[in-house]
């Protein structure tokens, strides 16, 4: 039986989160204690220096990484002890992720980079759906006239929109930015979070790491992580 | 769009593939090529060069009893011919085609055969006793070094069938016109010499016939070799043991060319070997280059969703690709090699002209064996790499 979260509106919980590394016999403690709770609707955006944990934090909520201590709620189901199986088919349908270096499939077009996650998710068994979501979310990224092309023929901004637009196939409930615009110009930076923002509007979580200074204009929220711990 | 049909895609799309499978077609079929070639060489060998007349001659020197040895070597069925230095061979006059060198005297080889030697042109020499002689269809006089910037090959064509006149050479020594003696005898065919490469100057006729005459000629005072004919080389080794067995040591006449053409082949041979394992290595290099450098690529695809399963799957459809893949280039480059083999090669090198390619089928068996394990070798480095593609697939952020 998986356990309930009592909290209403919380989309993400974290309760009492830890992490610790060991070099040998030492104990680093990456993340202390952490309690946060994320709503649907809302920009997130965790910010600290490197090292600070806000990348393992992320991580963690992302299901990549598990918690030396603590609980991971989402959707109100606890998720800690979820098989590979289940952790693999729980990101692919909640979780979006955009990273900084894009990680897109260098041999796929944008199209069918964009199609992966629905090729994996079973609820998608007929092609035309999935050609016509993919397409719609390409055309959401300004990228409709470009679906055939390999990422080798993108921009670094082209190539991070084609991302969201498969961070948003499964149209999951949760996106996870890892410095999304690290790579980018001003003007593909400006892109991006006004596309990340739209999204939070729609109704998605949003939980961005960033450097950025313009990004705090974007955040509902701002979280600074500094030694472990939430400021 | 299926998951099968993105991993297909993905396979087709990446340009290191298609390396590998050049290097593997390539490779496989260089190596059955080489050895095809050297097989088929040695087959070549066997059936033609080594199966002619004088290969397949032996003599006996100085037997204890003379009789006793004609009498097993009769009885033996691989035996076709026993005879004594007068049917062996002797070196002869042809003053008909003197006209031709310039007037010089122009000598041939005639050599006593059992059983009969197919012609190319004319008739076989038959394997009776007939007055009838065969000659090669490339002709080049024994003493063609007296006959300098003429040419060398004679065309006996315009003989065939015609009495050649031969005259021994005791009879043409300086003091001895008294005793000139020449002889006729029918040239019935032209044999083909070319294909063994030898025999420029020899003429072949019934063992019989060869006696006859030089015992018009000459008395052979140390008589005391006896040769005798088999059927086939590959009785060589029973014969000569049997004859071992009863106390005679027989050797063959003639020594045998043959090896210095198949050691080339051998060396050949540990070329295409060690072409084909360097080769190998280094396909098994590049697909593990490849795996790693799509490392990234694995791990997203776990953070995306892929099951385990769902990735052994595309991993096996993978290995089947690279497989049938591998298969086709190496179809493909076999039938290039043979091409240039039958078509570019014999051109340049005129000894291939000869030889018939025998793509052996045991060379297949091999190379497709070879090919399994590494296939096999590449799909255990495809499930290594899922593995680290588990392991670390935290790292991607």
């Known amino acids: 039986m998986e356990e309930k979260n009592t909290k209403n509106n919380t989309l993400i919980s974290l309760k009492n989160l830890s992490k610790s590394y060991y070099k040998g016999s030492k104990e680093i403690k990456v993340l202390n204690n952490i309690n946060l709770d994320f709503e649907p609707g809302k920009f997130y955006l965790i910010v600290g220096h490197s090292g600070s944990g806000k990348s393992t934090l992320l991580k963690i909520m992302g299901l990549i990484d598990k918690p030396t201590n603590g609980e991971i709620f989402i959707n109100n189901n606890n998720v800690n002890n979820l098989s590979d199986r289940k952790l693999a088919k729980f990101r692919n349908n909640e979780i979006g992720f955009v990273f900084q270096d894009y990680f897109l499939d260098k041999l796929l077009t944008a199209y069918e980079n964009v199609t992966v996650p629905m090729i994996i998710n079973k609820e998608y068994k007929k092609r035309k759906i999935v050609k016509k979501r993919a397409l719609e979310l390409l055309d959401f990224v300004g990228l409709k006239d470009r679906i055939k092309h390999f990422p080798k023929e993108l921009s670094g901004g082209e190539e991070q929109r084609v991302a969201i637009a498969r961070a948003l196939a499964n149209d999951p409930s949760i996106i996870l930015a890892d410095e999304p615009t690290g790579n980018l110009d001003v003007e593909s930076e400006k892109f991006i979070f006004e596309k990340l923002k739209e999204m939070s509007k729609n109704g998605k979580c949003i939980i961005m790491v960033s450097h950025s200074k313009d990004a705090i204009n974007y955040a509902d929220k701002v979280l600074e992580v500094k030694d472990g711990v939430i400021l | ?397």
Not at chain 2, 95 to 104: A, M
Not at chain 2, 243 to 261: P, Q
């Open chain 2, 1 to 397: 769009m299926s998951s099968l049909k993105i991993t297909i895609k993905k396979f087709f799309r990446n340009k290191l593939n298609y390396l590998i499978l050049i290097l593997i077609g390539i490779c496989c079929a260089f190596s059955i090529i080489v050895n095809s070639l050297t097989y088929s060489t040695k087959e070549y060998y066997k059936d033609n060069v080594l199966n002619w007349a004088d290969y397949r001659i032996f003599s006996i020197l100085h037997p204890e009893n003379r009789e006793k040895l004609i009498n097993k070597l009769n009885s033996m069925e691989e035996v076709i011919g026993v005879f004594d230095e007068y049917g062996y061979y002797t070196a002869w006059y042809m003053p008909d085609i003197e006209e031709h060198f310039e007037g010089k005297e122009i000598t041939v080889r005639i050599s006593g055969v059992a059983g009969e030697i197919p012609a190319v042109k004319g008739e076989n020499l038959p394997a009776t006793d007939e007055d009838v002689m065969i000659c090669p269809i490339t002709y080049r006089p024994l003493e063609n070094l007296l006959v300098e910037n003429t040419k060398l090959e004679f065309d006996l064509t315009p003989f065939i069938g015609k009495e050649m006149t031969i005259v021994p050479l005791e009879s043409r020594s300086p003091g001895k016109d008294d005793i000139y003696k020449e002889f006729k005898i029918k040239l019935v065919g032209l044999y083909d010499n070319d294909r063994l490469n030898n025999f420029y100057h020899d003429c072949y006729t019934n063992y019989n016939t060869l006696a006859k005459i030089r015992k018009q000629v000459t008395t052979i005072k140390n008589n005391s070799h006896i040769y005798f004919q088999i059927d086939d080389k590959i009785n060589e080794e029973k014969v000569i043991s049997e004859l071992k067995k009863s106390g005679y040591f027989a050797h063959s006449v003639m020594d045998i060319d043959y090896v210095l053409a198949v050691d080339s082949f051998d060396t050949l041979e540990y070329i295409g070997k060690g072409l084909f394992i360097i080769s190998m290595l280094i396909v098994l290099c590049l697909f593990s280059y490849n795996l790693f450098r799509n490392k990234k690529i694995i791990k997203l695809n776990k953070i995306l969703g892929y099951s385990n399963i769902r990735l052994l799957f595309n991993s096996i459809i993978e290995t089947i690709l690279l497989f049938i893949n591998s298969c086709i280039s190496l179809i493909i480059f076999l039938l290039v090699g043979i091409h240039v083999f039958k078509n570019y090669l014999p051109d340049h090198y005129p000894s291939f002209k000869q030889i018939n390619l025998i793509i052996s089928p045991l060379e297949f068996k091999k190379v497709f064996i070879v090919l399994i394990f590494i296939i096999a070798f590449i799909f255990i480095i495809n499930i290594i790499s899922l593995l680290l593609g588990k392991s670390n697939r935290k790292n991607i952020i």
